[in-house]
């Protein structure tokens, strides 16, 4: 196999010496060539990763972006953060529990609005404790100081990776819908408080040879 390399190679050589194209046609393709078969393993190791069995509960951390026609925001509303809390990892919010919805919402109009009302469809209603005013051109949030939106009634237990979809209605801006995600009470999102209503997450039992090595001690 040697010998095959070190010929391709020479006439590899050969041919940038004689074309004015750089880099020329060729090379182009054994570069393609050469990342695709650099990155193969890379992505044979991310497919193995996220499909790998595991025992571990599944815990999203990925708060979704208002995007709309592959453009950032509508009619002027942009919302940098959503998603509605839900359990800790490896609990639930049990059938027709409640979960507060979270939304960074920044209104770019020159004019100000106001979020009226929210519903999710068949899964449950939305509770906002008062219209939420947009001033122009200011972030808000309206999960502080305490959440202002509650999704209440939801018809099937969540544990988290779910997507519901809420259609936000603006005085100005009209209707904006968004599929917004459901995400478990970890990492970035531990410091939040629970659920009203949540489970408590299962406590970790000991296996049997960890039990009788912590007894050997």
């Known amino acids: 196999m040697g010998w ?6 020479i006439t590899h050589a050969r041919h940038l010496r004689k ?16 990342a695709a078969f650099l990155a193969a393993p890379a992505l044979a190791g991310c497919a193995a990763g996220f499909d790998a069995t595991t025992n571990q509960p599944y815990a999203p951390a990925e708060a979704q972006v208002l995007i709309d026609k592959d453009a950032y925001g509508k009619s002027g509303i942009h919302i940098p953060q959503a998603f509605i809390l839900g359990p800790d990892s490896g609990a639930q919010i049990p059938w027709r ?5 979270y939304l960074n919402i920044l209104n770019t109009a020159g004019a100000p609005d106001t979020l009226q009302a929210v519903s999710a469809g068949n899964m449950g209603t939305v509770k906002v404790t008062a219209p939420i005013q947009l001033p122009s051109n200011t972030l808000v949030n309206t999960g502080k100081p ?9 018809p ?8 519901i979809k809420l259609d936000l209605q603006f005085a100005n801006a009209g209707v904006v819908s968004m599929n917004v995600p459901v995400v478990t009470r970890s990492r970035e999102f531990k410091d939040y408080p629970p659920a009203p209503g949540a489970t408590a997450a299962p406590t970790p039992t000991p296996t049997p040879s960890a039990t009788a090595a912590e007894e050997g001690h």
């Open 4 to 9: 095959i390399w070190w010929a391709l190679h």
């Open 19 to 34: 074309t004015k194209e750089y880099p020329p046609v060729t090379s182009r393709r054994w570069i393609a060539v050469a």
């Open 97 to 101: 529990g409640s979960a507060p919805v």
């Open 146 to 154: 305490t959440p202002q939106i509650m999704l209440e009634a939801i």
């Open 156 to 163: 099937k237990s969540l544990r988290g990776g779910e997507t």
